[in-house]
């Protein structure tokens, strides 16, 4: 099957310091990548999808200005988040189709502590 | 929006037995479905797609799709306790909105 990269897979980091995810496809190109945010015992929580060349698509209630996410080429989308608050701590993860949208491949996720 | 249910279980089910989760679906025009999984702490994983109405089988997993009753399902044969995971169901096709439900939690027991 197709290969997402994500990295890192942990971080930690003091609370108002800024954060960076970067989500590969690293064997076909993708047009759109998702991210998610999942926290302990939840579902998957869409965050924003991700599409190349464009401004990225923010599901209802998740600040664009501190989730910023850049998708400058066909195989790599970064999220950022900004000035980290002890409630961002999560596990993020990104996916990516190499079709027409269908199935997703999923990167490893990343697990975030702010502390 | 496409829009999926399954139970949120958990489903209990000895080790050998037969697991078996189901998700229906609200859009008609789904042509498409995918299984994954999702062990806890880790990010899911594709373990099945099913395209046709009828079953699907890969080793210890089929899938089965049922376009008219706007069903489908996943049979975990000869469960192990390495199985134990959150099983996702969701469509695919144009529109997919990519947006996940709770899932099916399964827990096999030794």
């Known amino acids: 099957g197709a290969v997402v990269s994500q990295h890192p897979s942990r971080v930690i980091c003091k609370s108002g310091t800024s954060v960076k995810i970067e989500c590969r496809s690293l064997?076909?190109?993708?047009?759109?990548m998702f991210w998610y945010r999942q926290f302990p015992k939840q579902s998957l929580m869409l965050m924003a999808t991700?599409?190349?060349?464009?401004?990225?698509?923010?599901e209802q209630g998740v600040e664009k200005d501190k989730f910023l996410i850049n998708h400058a080429s066909l195989t790599l989308s970064t999220l950022t988040v900004t000035s980290a608050h002890p409630e961002d701590s999560s596990f993020y993860i990104c996916?990516?189709?190499?079709?027409?949208?269908?199935?997703?491949?999923f990167g490893s996720g990343t697990q975030l502590s702010v502390l | 929006q496409k829009e999926v249910e399954q139970n949120s279980g958990p489903l209990s089910v000895p080790e050998g037995a037969i697991a078996s989760l189901n998700c229906t679906y609200s859009?008609?025009?789904?042509?498409?479905f995918f299984w994954y999984r999702q062990y806890s702490g880790k990010s899911p994983e594709l373990i099945m797609s099913?395209?046709?109405?009828g079953d699907k089988e890969d080793g210890r997993f089929t899938a089965q799709l049922n376009k008219a009753s706007q069903y489908v399902s996943l049979l975990i044969r000869d469960s192990q306790p390495s199985d134990s995971a959150t099983y996702l169901c969701?469509?695919?096709?144009?529109?997919?909105?990519?947006?996940f439900g709770p899932g099916t939690r399964l827990s096999v027991l030794p």
């Open positions: 099913i395209y046709s109405n």
């Open positions: 064997d076909f190109q993708a047009t759109t």
């Open positions: 996916s990516a189709s190499p079709g027409n949208g269908e199935k997703l491949f």
């Open positions: 859009d008609r025009g789904s042509q498409s």
């Open positions: 969701a469509p695919g096709g144009y529109g997919q909105n990519f947006v």
């Open positions: 991700s599409n190349e060349g464009s401004k990225a698509t923010y």
